[in-house]
């Protein structure tokens, strides 16, 4: 895969992801039948702040080490809540395997 190609695949995988969790984030409120105020704050803190990580890593950081570490750190922190499904571990691993695959590329000497 290209260098142009690896970018806009991580931009459209880390978006993707912010948006599930956004839409999980909302959803879980509907759908899922809550015990505590605090599991509802916690569901919709960890999915939220793995979002805005993500696009903040994405989106306002240049590439490179802390947009990688940003945009891993949310992509982990949102996905705890749904670790239980089978597209979210497998979509966490490849946005972290191609975040840094970028970070390296970009440190890397010309």
């Known amino acids: 895969m290209g260098g142009h190609g690896l970018v806009s695949a991580t931009r459209f995988l880390v978006l993707a992801l912010a948006v599930l969790y956004a839409i999980?984030?909302?959803g879980g409120l509907a759908l899922i039948d809550f015990d505590t105020t605090r599991d509802i704050a916690?569901?919709?803190?960890?999915l939220l702040a793995g979002a805005v990580l993500m696009i903040v890593g994405q989106l306002f950081v240049p590439r490179g080490i802390r947009s990688a570490l940003l945009v891993s750190l949310g992509v982990v922190v949102g996905g705890l809540p749904l670790f239980w499904t089978l597209l979210v571990p497998v979509a966490v691993a490849a946005v972290i395997a191609c975040s840094i695959a970028l970070a390296r590329r970009?440190?890397?000497p010309a």
């Not at 916690?42 to 960890?46: A, D, I, K, S």
């Open 24 to 26: 999980a984030a909302v």
């Open 42 to 46: 916690l569901w919709m803190g960890l």
């Open 106 to 108: 970009s440190t890397a």
